[in-house]
């Protein structure tokens, strides 16, 4: 069965530091992997991709994540954190393979960066 | 601003009444996707879009529930004879199939529409 695990309810880190929030998948094939924020009362806003080609993905925000196929993982960094980072994070997988076009989300990682 | 737009964004109805949501994807998306996202969950794959085409529905769309595109832009997700487990966020998004085909059309999320079911 396709799955997504974000085995961490919630991550704080200190303003300034680096973060780092866990995703693990499995799915049958490549997956096409996904980071998206969610403020409180908003929807989710997409933060980046992983489709092939470099593992390092950079996206909005100067979020980046790595891809890393032997640990089935595409965990979501970023150097120095803001407090206005904090929010709910989603990682989603497309399965290509069985069904291209429904998303997996994982539970959620509420992100809190404190000053 | 054009992202995808939802209307309304809160809604209270008594249980056993029909509500109505629509969704207004981003104007060029041929793909439109409905979600429902409880409390600590992440959104769950409720129904697609291709252009006016219903294309899949999953199991959690009970008979209670159905969704129209009927001009393959706007869309409405209506429950019949709502019940308290209906209570959720409904999130719409929409994407772009281009000439890339399949490959990595990112869903772009609207605001959402949160039921409460008294």
């Known amino acids: 069965a396709q799955s997504v695990a974000q085995p961490e309810d919630q991550v704080n880190v200190a303003e300034g530091n680096p973060l780092t929030v866990k995703c693990t998948y499995s799915?049958?094939?490549?997956?096409?992997l996904f980071w998206y924020v969610q403020y409180p009362n908003r929807g989710l806003q997409f933060l980046l991709k992983y489709i092939t080609g470099d593992n390092l993905v950079k996206g909005s925000y100067g979020f980046e994540a790595e891809f890393n196929k032997s640990q089935t993982s595409f965990h979501l960094k970023k150097p120095s954190a803001l407090v206005s980072d904090s929010a709910l994070y989603f990682c989603?997988?497309?399965?290509?393979?069985?069904?291209?076009?429904?998303?997996?989300f994982g539970s959620g990682t509420k992100l809190n960066v404190k000053p | 601003d054009t992202g995808v737009s939802q209307d309304p964004r809160h809604k209270i109805t008594k249980r056993g009444q029909n509500v109505t949501f629509r969704c207004d994807p981003i104007s060029e998306h041929n793909r439109l996707y409905w979600y429902r996202q409880t409390l600590g969950q992440g959104p769950e794959f409720l129904t697609y879009?291709?252009?006016?085409?219903?294309?899949?529905k999953s199991r959690l769309l009970s008979d209670r529930f159905s969704a129209e595109r009927p001009k393959g832009s706007f869309s409405t997700l209506e429950i019949q004879r709502t019940e308290q487990g209906d209570s959720a966020m409904y999130l719409c998004?929409?994407?772009?199939?281009?000439?890339?085909?399949?490959?990595?059309?990112?869903?772009?999320f609207g605001p959402g529409t949160r039921l409460t079911v008294l």
């Open positions: 799915v049958s094939g490549n997956p096409y």
């Open positions: 998004a929409s994407s772009l199939l281009g000439l890339a085909g399949r490959v990595g059309d990112t869903q772009y």
């Open positions: 989603a997988v497309r399965d290509i393979v069985r069904n291209f076009n429904k998303f997996y």
């Open positions: 879009f291709q252009n006016e085409a219903q294309l899949e």
